[in-house]
């Protein structure tokens, strides 16, 4: 005769794990991001002006053939697939259209964005004035500025990852660069001796 032991604990195990609880799905996870500690260069290039950038990042010179070196560089993050486009535009009576091709250019992303909050940059001791415009939600350029001396000089910088937009799984490295912008800023001076401002 077959042992009703075995049958029986069985069932009781089912029983038991069958409760009324409903199964809760598991949250959104991704992966964890170290950041190193925040260290500094001193760069220029064909720019006339000087800045301190991550010592974690490289300048990408876009290279013109035909004609002298021009300051339009990219400062790339390879380790977390990001580049500050950067854009340098002498300035001859037409600040006006820079700035304004430069608000543009962000409220292009008005449409994904849930906000954009804008800083001034006015920094007179150092003819240095700007914006710093932040954005949030599924962007594909969080983080973009420009700076003037109002006279002769514009330069214009926008982050872009070399993936699909998610501020969740982005925010430490986002966090990281951000930090680097602001430094990027508060050492940024001109230079009315460089390569370009003698040609």
């Known amino acids: ?15 038991i794990s069958c409760g009324d609880d409903d199964a ?25 002006f000087i800045f301190e950038t991550s010592a974690y990042s490289r300048l990408e010179f876009i290279q013109d053939t035909d004609g002298p070196p021009i300051c339009w560089f990219d400062i790339h993050y390879p380790n977390y697939k990001a580049k500050i ?11 006006r259209e820079y ?8 409220y292009e992303h008005q449409i994904k964005a849930t906000r954009i909050n804008a800083t001034l940059i006015d920094k007179p001791e150092d003819k240095l004035y700007g914006l710093l415009y932040e954005l949030g939600g599924n962007v594909a350029s969080p983080l973009q500025f420009y700076l003037t001396d109002s006279v002769n000089h514009f330069v214009r910088g926008s982050l872009y990852f070399e993936a699909h937009p998610n501020p969740d799984s982005l925010k430490p490295v986002m966090e990281f660069i951000t ?9 940024f001076t001109w230079d009315e001796t460089s390569l370009l401002m003698t040609q």
């Open 1 to 15: 005769m077959i042992s009703r032991l075995p049958f029986m604990a069985v069932l009781t195990l089912i029983l």
């Open 99 to 106: 700035l304004e091709e430069s608000r543009n250019l962000t």
């Open 24 to 48: 809760v799905p598991k949250p959104v996870g991704y992966f964890r991001i170290d950041t190193p500690d925040h260290a500094y260069v001193s760069k220029q290039g064909h720019c006339p």
């Open 179 to 187: 930090r680097d912008i602001s430094h990027f800023i508060e050492t």
């Open 85 to 95: 486009h950067m854009t340098y535009k002498p300035v001859e009576n037409n600040l």
